[in-house]
């Protein structure tokens, strides 16, 4: 099954900038859909971004202008630059991908990362 290595989560201060980077490996069919997540503590994991194939991008109303999600298709990699960082992103962020259930790309199936601490002091 597919395997996500993610890197890049850290203590940074208000106003300061990280880079998320999520590797999937063991690919046994495509890989559609990538995004991150996020869990703040306390709270429900939410969707912080996520690009398709094409590279069509959805973003969280409370990231949109400072954040900006990427991927490399020929290295099954996603990307999340996160800028002007608030305390209120400080959160267990969580790589999300889906792989399709057939070679034809038929369905897909979710595979989380192992989740990245991201911690924004004020």
């Known amino acids: 099954q597919v395997q996500l290595v993610e890197s890049g989560g850290g203590l940074v201060e208000a106003g300061g900038s990280l880079r998320l980077t999520c590797a999937a490996s063991?690919?046994?069919?495509?890989?559609?859909?990538m995004g991150w997540y996020r869990q703040p503590p306390g709270k429900q994991r939410e969707l912080v971004a996520s690009?398709?194939?094409?590279?069509?991008?959805v973003y969280a109303d409370s990231v949109k202008g400072r954040f900006a999600i990427s991927r490399d298709n020929a290295r099954n990699t996603v990307y999340l630059e996160m800028n002007s960082l608030k305390p209120e992103d400080t959160a267990v962020y969580y790589c999300?991908?889906?792989?399709?259930?057939?070679?034809?790309?038929?369905?897909?199936?979710?595979?989380w990362g192992q989740g990245t601490q991201v911690t924004v002091s004020s």
């Open positions: 999300n991908v889906k792989e399709s259930l057939t070679m034809g790309g038929w369905g897909s199936r979710d595979y």
């Open positions: 063991q690919i046994r069919f495509s890989i559609k859909d």
């Open positions: 690009i398709a194939t094409g590279g069509k991008t």
